[in-house]
């Protein structure tokens, strides 16, 4: 467990400084090593890729890039980071986006300070915590997905057709590109790529990027 390696190694990433900057001191004061901080979702990757905290303790709202896109791109195969979500939103749809992207926990802002740092000691060591209330939401979403039939075992006749838009960004997401990126190579608005993505989304009746780039990648679209 990082508690018998030393100070369990925390980064904080959150868009509004003075509270990017409490979390850290109470963090700090806890006996937590705070290695790293960061206001925008760019700078949060590059950061934790630099630092290798256990645990990042991430808002969802950020500038740049998504918090769900960045725990999508440092949660994985070969990584042993933790992402605890800290957010004002306590909405359904986020959380579970959250946890989907690879999030072990999901706290909303209003929790006190000494619910906030036992979340980060659990997170640490893999226990998922969330607001009460939404560790139900959670795991009734895993039973209902777990009874649907798989996207990929739908014959390739059941798929619907994607417009020559929608093919173009979905093979770009497939390659890892943010909606910035995508927006800025097709010349077309952020809001744009975001519609076009839960278009996709909506006629192949998946739930999320995650499975997105999984279809994807199985199609061979990420070439």
Known sequence: MAEEAGPVRVMVVDDHPMWRDAVARDLQAAG?????TAGDGRQAVVRARATEP?????????PELPGVEVC?????????????VLSASGEHA?????????ATGYLVKSAGPEELLEAVRRTAVGDPVFTPGLAGLVLGEYRRLA???AAEARSAGDVP???V????????????????QIAERLVISHRTVQNHVQNTLGKLQLHNRVELVRYAIERGLDA
């Not at 937590?32 to 790293?36: G, H, S």
């Not at 645990?55 to 709202?61: A, E, K, P, Q």
């Not at 999508?72 to 605890?84: A, D, E, I, M, W």
């Not at 986020?94 to 690879?102: C, F, H, M, N, R």
Request: proline content about 3%; charged content about 30%; aromatic content about 4%.
């Open 32 to 36: 937590f090593d705070v290695v790293a």
């Open 54 to 62: 256990d645990v990042l303790v991430l808002d969802l709202n950020l």
């Open 72 to 84: 999508r791109q440092l949660v994985g195969p070969g990584t042993s980071l933790r992402v605890l």
């Open 94 to 102: 986020d959380v579970l986006e959250a946890v989907k992207s690879g």
């Open 147 to 149: 009874v649907e039939p």
């Open 161 to 163: 057709q994607l417009t």
């Open 165 to 180: 838009r929608e093919k173009e960004v979905l093979r770009l997401v497939a390659k890892g590109l943010g909606y910035k």
